[in-house]
């Protein structure tokens, strides 16, 4: 677009002069004039002009009084003023408040146009700032919200930036971050960084993200980082990879207990049938233990099968829901006969039932003893001593139905009572040694009760025992006893 430039003057001469003149040295300059400075004033609060110039002497409103209105309400205009001869002090006044050149009369044509040009220039300069400082606001206002983290190391290993998906992830403030030494806030920076993969002149393809270790606060996170060299510093971005890298780990250890869990009954089992081919060696009492044993380290074997399938069902959310009438208190006495062949350790299971009769519900009794079954299996194995367990059918009311498994064994270590239920996870190695599990009961039963609209809730002291209450919807249903 063509520059526009005012001029002031109440000189009808001036007023046609200057703009002639103008147009023969700047041709694509375009020109509008004011005969007074409120006319100015109009034009100025509805148009930006690239320069202005104007008579410092007009009767009314000067060319300072106007220049001052100019400051307030276009402060980034040019505005040269025109003096009379001789005029310094007034020239220095208008420099003072701001007035970007004088023009002294009579006016040197060649002095007006190379000013003018200068003041031009100057307006498209500021403009071009202006839009940069815009866009640079844009970048980093979208990296500062952008998912990742992202972070600006300088040439001495000091963070320059530092935005708020680092802060969430790190849990480390702006405030605590920039200014200080990378290898300060992310522990082990120093001996990793060199390997996270950076774009630079020398590499300007995108490189592909590292995962990494580093310690924060005294936490292990894992991160998967990559970064661009830029004049002196490096820009790296990161994600969190941190609970991915744990499930992976988890599942390295659920490949070894898995296979632990299969080939422990396996074993026991091929013993048995090897010794029950000779019939030299047992009586029939003996007989009747390898068989017994076979039968229940299959049951063991099909029982780890199971979890595995019922929980890759569950992740691919290929399991459905029944509902059938139940009788609970005959399902509880079922579930604990069957656990109760189990209990090798000799733990008595006590069922509590309220004293009336219970009413009947509608629930899907496959599921429901699943999850009971679970929570006894694992009442009797983190029971070394043989304390007593109770399955306590709490309530049926308001539509929910509460049981509770109590044991008085080794308890739950507070720090792990939030992850019990997670996918794999198996408690403190040194508890639960010598105790077989793939990790998988508890996160089945969570499932399985949340995905039939219930809850289940774990109270636990170590040393002490543990309680899980089942809390779950269900529907009256006549009959059932
Ligand atoms: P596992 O196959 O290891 O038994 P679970 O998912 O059933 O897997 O349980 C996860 C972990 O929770 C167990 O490894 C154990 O540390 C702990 N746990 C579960 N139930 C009990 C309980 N009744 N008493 C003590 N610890 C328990």
Redesign the pocket.
């Given at each position: 677009m063509n520059p526009t430039v005012l001029i002031v003057d109440d000189d009808p001469a001036l007023l046609e002069a200057l703009p002639e003149a103008l147009r023969l040295r700047m041709s694509e300059l375009t020109v509008e004039t004011s005969d007074s400075a409120p006319d100015a004033l109009a034009k100025i609060a509805v148009a930006d002009y690239d320069a202005i110039v104007s008579d410092i002497k007009m009767p009314g409103m000067d060319g300072l009084a106007l220049l001052d209105e100019i400051q307030k309400v276009r402060p980034e205009t040019p505005t040269l003023l025109i003096t009379g001869h001789g005029e310094h002090d007034l020239a220095v006044q208008a420099l003072r408040r701001g007035a970007y050149d004088y023009i002294q009369k009579p006016i040197d044509r060649e002095y007006f146009t190379v000013s003018l040009s200068r003041a031009i220039e100057k307006r498209r300069l500021d403009r071009q700032i202006e839009l940069q400082r815009l866009e640079l606001e844009r970048h980093s206002h979208v990296l500062e919200h952008v998912a990742d983290g992202v972070f600006v190391v300088d040439c001495d290993g000091v963070v320059q930036f530092w935005n708020l998906a680092a802060e969430q992830i790190t849990g480390i403030a702006l405030a605590d971050a920039v200014g200080n030494p990378a290898g300060d806030l992310l522990g082990g920076w120093d001996d990793v960084s060199p390997s996270i993969p950076v774009a630079g002149a020398e590499r300007p393809k995108r490189q592909l993200a590292r995962m990494l270790p580093f310690e924060v606060n005294g936490r292990e996170l894992w991160l998967s980082l990559c970064g661009v060299e830029v004049a002196d510093a490096t820009v790296y971005s990161f994600q969190d990879r941190t609970d991915e890298r744990m499930l992976d780990k988890l599942k390295d250890d659920f490949v070894a207990t898995a296979s632990h869990e299969l080939r422990t009954p396996l074993a026991a089992i091929y013993g048995a049938a090897k010794t029950l081919r000779r019939d030299d060696v047992l009586d029939d009492e003996g007989v009747e233990r390898m068989m017994a044993m076979i039968a229940s380290e299959s049951e063991r074997l099909a029982r780890v099968v199971d979890d595995i399938l019922v929980a890759s069902h569950l992740d691919s959310g290929r399991l459905s829901f029944a509902s059938a009438p139940v009788d609970v208190r005959a399902l509880v006495a079922d579930v604990v006969d069957s656990m109760q062949m189990h209990a090798e350790n000799g733990v008595a299971i006590d069922v509590d039932a309220p004293p009336n009769g219970l009413p009947g519900v509608a629930i899907d009794p496959i599921k429901l003893r699943r999850v009971l079954l679970?929570l006894l299996e694992?009442?009797i194995?983190?029971s070394p001593e043989g304390g007593p367990i109770v399955l306590r059918i709490a309530s049926v009311e308001n539509g929910r139905l509460r049981l509770a498994v109590h044991?008085e064994?080794?308890?739950?270590p507070h720090a792990?009572q939030e992850r019990?239920f997670d996918k794999f996870?198996?408690?403190?190695p040194q508890?639960?040694r010598g105790v077989g599990?793939?990790?998988?009961?508890?996160?089945i039963c969570r499932e399985l009760v949340q995905r039939m609209g219930g809850e289940i809730e774990l109270e636990s002291e170590p040393g002490k025992g543990?309680t899980f209450t089942v809390e779950l919807p269900v529907r009256a249903a006549a009959g059932a006893r």
């Open positions: 679970n694992n009442a194995k983190y044991d064994g080794l308890g739950i792990d019990i996870y198996r408690g403190d508890l639960a599990g793939t990790g998988l009961g508890l996160y543990s």
